[in-house]
């Protein structure tokens, strides 16, 4: 793999994180911070706690960055530490009483807090539709689509074949197609398999 | 050309990686059948969709720093509000059941169990008052003795934390969860508000034999 001007210049950046230079995580974290939202996204789709959950993540990442042996590791490491939150998340979500009423949390989201009604309306549908995939095609799919990764970098993110990437990306646009269509059913989704 | 190879072939167009083979491709299938032309507007259109929706849920990733003024500091612009949510969820966890305990004049006080004298502060061995944590064991153990506590939840619910100063460990903020108990004469629901914004209450009776 050829190594870009850009990729040297980052992985400076990784190093000098590694060695615990704040500027140098700040710097890490905005440049990943979208696309570990993404991850968080697919692995548990309720967005009332991603800003929470992104701070969890943000905080792990200056506590253990200097365990990370490899640079080059970085993105499959922090993508690992988003999934870890986002199911013990998930967990402990099961786990906890069912409030009655959620109007009794008065607590704007933060979606609420930046997006208009009919913008919201539509996040909210195809973040509902996005929830009906099977977890393994979620987050290839919001990757490739809220990023624009390639397949290469969503394969090593991964640790999955290029291959299969591509095909869980388009397998899942065309449930989602079949989802929106069918108001919430699709045979795609039941016929699904771990490819 | 298969469905499954048609997916492939309309996944790779709206990914935009594709070479002038996969378009030529697509051109010769569609004039056996131009509906693919509106499939490949269709998916366009809804692609964008998903591409607009996916940067609205996810730009609250802005919002989240791990540093911001000073280097020591990793609480982000929106740990406040964060920190807010988590409170409101608890209490809202807490208030799920709507019903207002009016214990404020009508307390009755559960008699102690025993009459040990636990107004004493404790002293370590050098007469000096101890440390908080003592104070707090003191009131539980206290308001277990009296019945007042069952006792505090394993559970703490983290607020905030940040690098300590010294750059040694964490400073972290926290709520710890007691559950106490009182006996009221009754118990009131809230129903809603009177014009005037102030809540109107109905006196509240769980169905018999349910602790709620």
Known sequence: MNQQPGDRQGDRVVAAALEGDREAIDALWRLHRRWIAAVLLAHKPAMDDLDDLLQEVAMTMVAKIHTLREERNLRAWLRTVAVNVARASARSARSRPVTPSAELDSTPSPLRLHTGEMERDETTRIMELIAQLPENYREPLVLRALHGMRSRQIAEIMNIPEATVDTRVARARRMLLELSENGGATSAVDGAVSS | MNSTEQDMLLSDLLDGETIEREWAQWSAAAETDPALWRRLAEAQRDELALVRSLNRASSIADAVEVSSQSDVEIITTSTEFGARRSVWSWTGWAMAATLMLVA??????????NNTN????????????????????????TGKRDGTVIGELPARIVLEARPAENGIGYDVTFLRQIQERTRVPDLYQVVGEDDRGRAQLVSYEPPAGNPM
Do not use: H, M, R
Request: no cysteine; net charge negative; aromatic share 12%.
């Open chain 2, 104 to 113: 404020a004049v009508w307390k009755l006080q559960i008699p102690p169990a």
């Open chain 2, 118 to 141: 636990t107004s004493q502060p404790i002293v370590n061995t050098a007469g000096i008052a101890s440390a908080p944590e003592d104070y707090f064991k003191q009131y539980l153990e």
